[in-house]
């Protein structure tokens, strides 16, 4: 008999034991507040499953080593924070082109710079998005409690794995050390997903050769496929192309390599949008106080709504649409000096629609401040 236990644990520790029951066996990562538990918890885990735990020098040497354990075969994690994500981002875009799996949490604080490391904030929405150069693809993953940081976790090892790129587990300082009681699956019912490897035949193997569903087969080391990986763009055989045509086709591939796979990647949470006329965007500690507002917002007769993107990139827009065709208005609530907005108003075309509410001041939005702003609007679109 499978049986789930019941425990009170803290967000990052969360993230650690789902890494585990995900598969993962490697993690390079190095100490910043506020998600140094993470680090702490899989130094302690990992070796009791075979696994290895390795601080390194620095953030850029930790996603290095992540992306050195996954070509080798292995489910490898790191985390950090907003300077040392920072200095992740060049492996990070890496990773994408070559299309190693692998996932990066980052447990969000005040910034720009060291900013505030104590603090929460959520200012690196864009940057997980744009944040190495060029244009790549990535997921994005945004927990706002301590089960779903559990689950999205697992969800993060899974998607990277299958669809061959870097995963992002986003969250900010509050939901990482916001200690809840939970019911944590038994690790025998948890459905872990591989990357698919080569088979067939060695001879003209070729390691980035679309199959058909836009995700190419992985050599595994020692099984005899010629691999070359670089990240030079480029063509189907591995090794470096400038070749417009080559070029045009080969990024197409890895451009639209989700396109085929939105129903396995989109997710989000609607609550109350059916009648909604006043619809709250939130996502993490936000979204915590936009729920508790939009309940008593329509204890009090209003008709609100929440819409928590959980896959925040890419950002489940046609879903996001439809649920916010009916509204007359968009509360953007965020922690940060208003990012989230910008992709919002790019959804919302009709004029004045989307009104923002932020904050970067290292003290998250309470629900009466939210709760204020929806009976404004409300008035507003009565008016």
């Not at 100490?31 to 680090?39: G, L, N, Q």
């Not at 490391?117 to 927990?143: E, N």
């Not at 035949?201 to 020692?222: N, V």
Request: aromatic share 6%; proline share 7%.
């Amino acid at each position: 008999m499978h049986m789930s236990t019941r425990q009170n644990l803290q967000g990052n520790h969360a993230c650690a034991l789902a890494a585990i029951a995900a598969g993962c066996r490697f993690y390079g990562g190095y100490p910043i507040t506020p998600s140094s538990e993470i680090a702490e918890r899989m130094s302690l885990e990992l070796p009791r499953v075979g696994g290895v735990f390795i601080q390194m020098e620095d953030e850029i040497a930790s996603m290095g080593a992540v992306i050195g354990a996954s070509m080798g075969g292995v489910k490898a994690m790191t985390a950090t924070s907003g300077p040392g994500f920072s200095l992740k981002q060049e492996n990070l875009g890496y990773a994408a082109m070559t299309e190693i799996p692998c996932v990066i949490v980052n447990v969000m604080r005040g910034g720009p710079s060291t900013g505030l490391p104590t603090r929460p904030a959520q200012g690196d929405i864009m940057q997980t998005r744009w944040g190495t150069h060029g244009d790549h693809p990535i997921i994005v993953l945004t927990p706002s409690s301590v089960r779903e940081i559990y689950a999205q976790t697992i969800r993060a090892f899974n998607l990277s794995e299958v669809l061959r790129t870097p995963v992002i587990l986003l969250y900010d300082e509050t939901i990482g050390h916001l200690v809840e009681t939970v019911d944590l699956p038994d690790p025998a019912t948890i459905e872990r997903a591989d990357r698919k490897w080569a088979t067939g035949p060695r001879e003209g193997f070729r390691p980035y050769a679309d199959p058909g569903d836009g995700i190419p087969a992985m050599a595994r080391p020692g099984d005899g496929y010629r691999s070359h990986t670089t990240g030079l763009t480029h063509a189907e055989h591995g090794f470096p192309t400038q070749n417009p045509a080559d070029v045009d086709r080969v990024m197409h591939r890895l451009l639209g390599k989700f396109d085929q796979h939105r129903d396995l990647i989109d997710s989000f949470e609607a609550l109350h949008t059916d009648d909604a006329e006043v619809l709250v965007v939130a996502i993490g500690i936000a979204a915590r106080a936009a729920g508790r507002a939009v309940r008593q917002a329509r204890a009090a007769g209003m008709r609100a709504g929440l819409f928590r993107p959980v896959t925040l990139w890419p950002f489940p827009e046609d879903s996001f649409r439809e649920h916010a065709a009916r509204a007359s208005t968009v509360l953007v609530v965020e922690m940060n000096a208003g990012q989230l907005s910008l992709e919002i108003e790019r959804l919302c075309a009709q004029p004045g629609k989307v009104a923002r509410l932020t904050r970067f001041t290292g003290e998250p939005i309470g629900p009466a401040e939210i709760l204020a702003t929806i009976q404004e609007r409300a008035r507003h679109g009565h008016a």
